[in-house]
């Protein structure tokens, strides 16, 4: 009898370390398929683009998609790497305008909890039923019934009473899980991928910074580095919002000292950022002015022409002319790139 | 035993009851948008009506951003009386901007001849690049942003007047 009992408790024993083994390599496998960071621009942004989902087609994703807004999105990603963002800060991006939805790989742990949670239980009742399955077809005949027969029983017991255990605490686990506050719930549908949680870390560091600022700058309205500061503050954000008030920044700095070239340069760089074509043209005449020979002259006046009023060879010459003035600048491989765009288009 | 088996069906239930409770009430257009409580994206480009169009240049209140196209059948034409009805309406309160999603300025001029032109501006948007920057998956999308700039709602498919009066109210205070 005590034999049966050995032979009942193993199986049980068996399918639980195979359930914990089936576990341990469905969590292996997925940290191990994790793609290497890949090489050249070309590469990364084709990483990029395999990340996000193609905004108006079903199941392909950017890198795969041929509509309009998923070559939007290439020679968006192009553009920001070529402006030596990485690829965490390129991602970031898609998401705070599209949300998470737009990752294809989902980010936040309950994704990737609950299809495990439900395969554990599944395991579990299969467990329970080969149990009783064995049971039945094992079961002594009738005459054989006596005081002994408790022993198989209660290891019976014991696996069935295993089982339900890991069930409940599994299922107790979700439910903990889903209730949890906002931030670390399972049903959280937002905030939960780290790259998205540290730029909006880095935007509250932001606004306190600013809101620091401003209150020295009611205290002394005319220090140049606090503008400065203030100024860059601003251009660090992301909103068309933040770009106008920098430009005031700016704007203040530039009347504390006109010959100064390097408040245009940024003032310029906001108009452009928040597609202002008018003020950026106006305000790299003004540029032009004071320091005629500086080579930001034609690099803005190409990017204007180019993103501005898509005037081809009107950027082609001011790109030419940016790179006879500035070969060894470190916008020099940018500025090639839009050369060869805008090249492309004439041909 | 027994009452640990019972344990396992509220222990189910529960969690997925308490998901679809929390789904009760909420409008599937009603988008949840990174962009609910930004400041709108800034925009610019060329006007259908062949006069430059720029988010700077907009006079200051509430604004309704809506994604549309001439190919958009029939949530586009649905929706156009909607918004028709609301630009004569609050002409002084709000300004509407039409933004062409995919589609070539004549057949915009075309849909605006055969359904109406309610004389508010509309963007080509020709690389696409405006709305990639609202995170538009497909035209009609309409933005509802506040006086001070900041989106406050982004409605996903046609809108009716229903929504149209529960939006506005959200822009501009309360509803007259």
Same mark, same amino acid.
């Given at each position: 009898?005590?034999?049966?009992?050995?032979?009942?408790?193993?199986?049980?024993?068996?399918?639980? !370390? *195979? #359930?914990? +083994? /089936?576990?341990?390599? $469905?969590? %292996?496998? @997925?940290?191990?398929? &994790?793609?290497?960071?890949?090489?050249?621009?070309?590469?990364?942004?084709?990483?990029?683009?395999?990340?996000?989902?193609?905004?108006?087609? !079903? *199941? #392909?994703? +950017? /890198?795969?998609?041929? $509509?309009? %807004?998923? @070559?939007?999105?290439? &020679?968006?990603?192009?553009?920001?790497?070529?402006?030596?963002?990485?690829?965490?800060?390129?991602?970031?991006?898609?998401?705070?305008?599209?949300?998470?939805?737009?990752?294809?790989?989902?980010?936040?742990? %309950?994704?990737?909890?609950?299809?495990?949670?439900?395969?554990?239980?599944?395991?579990?009742?299969?467990?329970?039923?080969?149990?009783?399955?064995?049971?039945?077809?094992?079961?002594?005949?009738?005459?054989?019934?006596?005081?002994?027969?408790?022993?198989?029983?209660?290891?019976?017991?014991?696996?069935?009473?295993?089982?339900?255990?890991?069930?409940?605490?599994?299922?107790?686990?979700?439910?903990?899980?889903?209730?949890?506050?906002?931030?670390?719930?399972?049903?959280?549908?937002?905030?939960?991928?780290?790259?998205?949680?540290?730029?909006?870390?880095?935007?509250?560091?932001?606004?306190?910074?600013?809101?620091?600022?401003?209150?020295?700058?009611?205290?002394?309205?005319?220090?140049?580095?606090?503008?400065?500061?203030?100024?860059?503050?601003?251009?660090?954000?992301?909103?068309?919002?933040?770009?106008?008030?920098?430009?005031?920044?700016?704007?203040?700095?530039?009347?504390?000292?006109?010959?100064?070239?390097?408040?245009?340069?940024?003032?310029?760089?906001?108009?452009?950022?928040?597609?202002?074509?008018?003020?950026?043209?106006?305000?790299?005449?003004?540029?032009?002015?004071?320091?005629?020979?500086?080579?930001?002259?034609?690099?803005?006046?190409?990017?204007?022409?180019?993103?501005?009023?898509?005037?081809?060879?009107?950027?082609?010459?001011?790109?030419?002319?940016?790179?006879?003035?500035?070969?060894?600048?470190?916008?020099?491989?940018?500025?090639?790139?839009?050369?060869?765009?805008?090249?492309?288009?004439?041909? | 035993?027994?009452?640990?088996?019972?344990?396992?069906?509220?222990?189910?239930?529960?969690?997925?009851?308490?998901?679809?409770?929390?789904?009760?009430?909420?409008?599937?257009?009603?988008?949840?948008?990174?962009?609910?409580?930004?400041?709108?994206?800034?925009?610019?480009?060329?006007?259908?009506?062949?006069?430059?169009?720029?988010?700077?240049?907009?006079?200051?209140?509430?604004?309704?951003?809506?994604?549309?196209?001439?190919?958009?059948?029939?949530?586009?034409?649905?929706?156009?009386?909607?918004?028709?009805?609301?630009?004569?309406?609050?002409?002084?309160?709000?300004?509407?901007?039409?933004?062409?999603?995919?589609?070539?300025?004549?057949?915009?001029?075309?849909?605006?001849?055969?359904?109406?032109?309610?004389?508010?501006?509309?963007?080509?948007?020709?690389?696409?690049?405006?709305?990639?920057?609202?995170?538009?998956?497909?035209?009609?999308?309409?933005?509802?942003?506040?006086?001070?700039?900041?989106?406050?709602?982004?409605?996903?498919?046609?809108?009716?007047?229903?929504?149209?009066?529960?939006?506005?109210?959200?822009?501009?205070?309360?509803?007259?």
């Amino acid at each position: 009898m005590s034999e049966t009992a050995a032979g009942r408790r193993a199986p049980a024993g068996l399918i639980v !370390a *195979g #359930l914990l +083994v /089936a576990v341990a390599l $469905t969590i %292996a496998g @997925a940290l191990l398929v &994790r793609p290497t960071e890949p090489g050249t621009r070309d590469e990364q942004a084709r990483a990029i683009a395999a990340e996000l989902r193609c905004p108006d087609c !079903a *199941g #392909l994703s +950017v /890198a795969d998609s041929p $509509t309009g %807004a998923a @070559a939007e999105i290439r &020679r968006e990603i192009d553009e920001q790497l070529a402006a030596g963002q990485t690829a965490e800060q390129i991602t970031v991006s898609f998401v705070a305008r599209y949300g998470a939805w737009i990752l294809l790989t989902p980010p936040g742990a %309950a994704s990737w909890l609950i299809p495990l949670g439900a395969t554990a239980i599944g395991a579990v009742i299969l467990a329970l039923w080969l149990l009783r399955r064995k049971e039945t077809f094992t079961e002594p005949p009738p005459a054989d019934t006596g005081p002994a027969q408790g022993q198989p029983h209660m290891a019976q017991a014991t696996a069935r009473r295993l089982a339900v255990g890991v069930a409940v605490t599994l299922l107790a686990l979700l439910g903990i899980g889903f209730l949890l506050p906002e931030p670390f719930s399972l049903a959280a549908e937002t905030v939960v991928n780290q790259p998205l949680a540290e730029a909006q870390a880095a935007e509250a560091e932001r606004q306190a910074e600013i809101e620091r600022l401003l209150t020295s700058f009611a205290a002394d309205p005319t220090d140049p580095a606090l503008l400065s500061d203030l100024a860059d503050a601003y251009l660090a954000g992301p909103s068309g919002e933040d770009l106008q008030r920098a430009a005031s920044v700016l704007l203040l700095l530039i009347g504390l000292d006109p010959d100064d070239p390097d408040p245009y340069v940024r003032l310029i760089s906001a108009y452009i950022r928040a597609a202002d074509w008018t003020n950026a043209t106006a305000a790299t005449d003004a540029l032009e002015e004071l320091a005629p020979d500086s080579p930001d002259v034609p690099f803005f006046r190409g990017l204007m022409a180019w993103r501005g009023y898509g005037d081809a060879p009107a950027a082609i010459e001011a790109f030419d002319e940016f790179l006879q003035m500035a070969p060894d600048d470190p916008r020099v491989p940018m500025i090639r790139a839009l050369r060869q765009q805008a090249a492309a288009e004439v041909d | 035993m027994r009452a640990a088996r019972w344990l396992v069906v509220p222990l189910l239930a529960v969690p997925l009851g308490w998901v679809l409770f929390m789904s009760l009430g909420r409008d599937p257009s009603e988008i949840p948008s990174p962009l609910i409580g930004q400041p709108m994206p800034a925009f610019s480009g060329p006007g259908l009506d062949g006069q430059a169009l720029s988010s700077t240049s907009l006079a200051d209140g509430p604004i309704i951003i809506n994604f549309w196209a001439s190919w958009c059948i029939p949530a586009c034409v649905d929706e156009h009386p909607v918004l028709m009805d609301a630009a004569a309406r609050y002409a002084d309160e709000v300004q509407l901007v039409g933004i062409l999603y995919d589609d070539l300025p004549t057949d915009a001029r075309d849909f605006l001849v055969r359904y109406g032109d309610g004389g508010w501006p509309h963007l080509i948007d020709e690389s696409g690049a405006v709305a990639l920057s609202f995170g538009v998956l497909g035209p009609p999308e309409t933005f509802f942003v506040d006086a001070e700039g900041i989106v406050r709602a982004k409605h996903y498919g046609p809108l009716t007047t229903e929504d149209m009066e529960r939006y506005l109210t959200l822009v501009l205070g309360e509803p007259r």
